[in-house]
């Protein structure tokens, strides 16, 4: 109802102004006013303004954009290659800055300072070399040096030694959860396929494969500080994306083929909490949630828990309607917590074993010659 009345009110201002510039117009009858449709001097010079109105703008609203949300970025990277990563980045923001800030700046000065004017005419020619040498190889050199400088660190950061003191982890997709896989003491994952997933073994291992007879399946995904780990990227459904944002990781998740993505974790969980970018984060997110508890338990429900910083392994391709929330919580410990921690864990082979162990058999019960003589009793009652 709220809305038709809404929309009645905007149907009648909008007729009102109708009628108003109709009234407008006719106080002008009889005054000389131009109305050809052909831009006049005046014309030109209100759009010129407007040009550079526009370019102020533009200026104003990046100068506010750094202050008002430049503490929204990742900050410190957690692995290895992410400061490299994060350099890459850098340089090519900062040039895409001073280029962008340099050519806006050029093309609405110019649109403003060569407006039309009675009597004016642009200068033609048809080419110039000159000018088209210096815009052509100004941009191959810096093109060439952004495209070569990318493809260096991308190589370095792909690149990885079989022989390496590496732990091979597989990373499993599914609508809409994930699950990993730890290769156990072999370091060697077992072969899977999704044709051999049952009961509790989800991720399709196949439990004949001598390699995977040590695997461990989790559901929180924990890393040691320090040493390589090469995930190994599985989906059971649609396209995935693997995004470990902290680290500067992201691998597609591609059913029917397996992707990888190696990298070193450097700063543990514990340590990224002392982190004073990630700390001001944390707060800024828990005054949020502070302001939104007062209001749930005003409505008389319950307040949220406060925020704690973890590492998370989201999903970065728009998988399905709950893909905004398919996402695993990352540890990373140090090695010793670490290797504790995965001792503890049971291996996949261990645990199909338990689910279909054959059920014990049942205990017979005793038949006296008494229970065999009452039911012939019942039944002779009949
Ligand atoms: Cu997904």
């Not at 201002?13 to 005054?31: E, R, S």
């Not at 806006?104 to 060569?114: P, R």
């Not at 989906?235 to 691998?251: E, G, K, N």
């Not at 005793?366 to 009452?374: F, K, L, N, Q």
């Amino acid at each position: 109802m709220t809305s038709l009345l809404i929309f009645l009110v905007l149907v009648l201002i909008g007729i009102a102004i109708w009628q108003l510039t109709k009234i407008f117009d006719l106080t002008q009858v009889g005054v000389d006013s131009d109305n050809s449709e052909v831009a006049n001097d005046k014309d030109n010079s209100v759009n010129g303004y407007l040009m550079f109105a526009f370019v102020g703008f533009i200026y104003i609203f990046t100068i506010y954009s750094l202050f008002e949300w430049s503490d929204l970025v990742l900050g410190t990277p957690a692995s290895e290659h992410g400061v490299e990563v994060d350099n890459l980045m850098y340089i090519s923001m900062l040039l895409i800055f001073f280029v962008q800030t340099v050519t806006q700046f050029l093309l609405h000065y110019f649109a403003f300072k060569y407006r039309g004017k009675k009597g004016q005419k642009a200068l033609y020619f048809a080419d110039n070399n000159k000018l088209e040498a210096v815009w052509t190889i100004i941009p191959v050199i810096v093109l060439a040096g952004l495209i070569l400088y990318g493809l260096y660190t991308w190589n370095n950061i792909m690149f990885y030694e079989e022989d390496e003191d590496v732990i091979y982890v597989e990373l499993y997709a599914k609508q809409f959860s994930w699950e990993a896989r730890y290769a156990g003491e072999d370091n060697t994952l077992g072969k899977a396929n999704v044709r051999y997933i049952e009961g509790i073994n989800t991720l399709g291992v196949d439990l004949s494969d001598p390699a995977a007879q040590d695997d461990k399946v989790v559901t929180e995904l924990h890393l040691p500080k320090g040493k390589k780990v090469v995930f190994k990227i599985r989906s059971q459904d649609v396209l995935h994306s693997a995004y470990m944002p902290h680290f500067r990781a992201q691998m597609n998740c591609v059913p029917g083929m397996i992707t990888q993505f190696a990298f070193v974790p450097t700063v543990t969980t514990a340590e990224m909490r002392q982190d004073e970018a990630i700390i001001a984060k944390v707060d800024k997110i828990n005054k949020i949630r502070a302001k939104k508890s007062t209001e749930l338990v005003a409505k008389g429900e319950e307040a949220l828990d406060p925020y704690t910083f973890d590492y998370l392994l989201l999903c970065n391709k728009i998988c399905g309607a709950s893909h905004y929330n398919m996402q695993m919580k990352i540890v990373v410990d140090t090695p010793e917590d670490f290797k504790k921690w995965l001792n503890e864990k049971p291996a996949l082979a261990q645990q199909w074993k338990e689910a279909n162990a054959p059920a014990e058999p049942e205990v017979k019960q005793d038949v006296t010659p008494e229970m065999v003589i009452d039911s012939t009793l019942i039944v002779d009652n009949h």
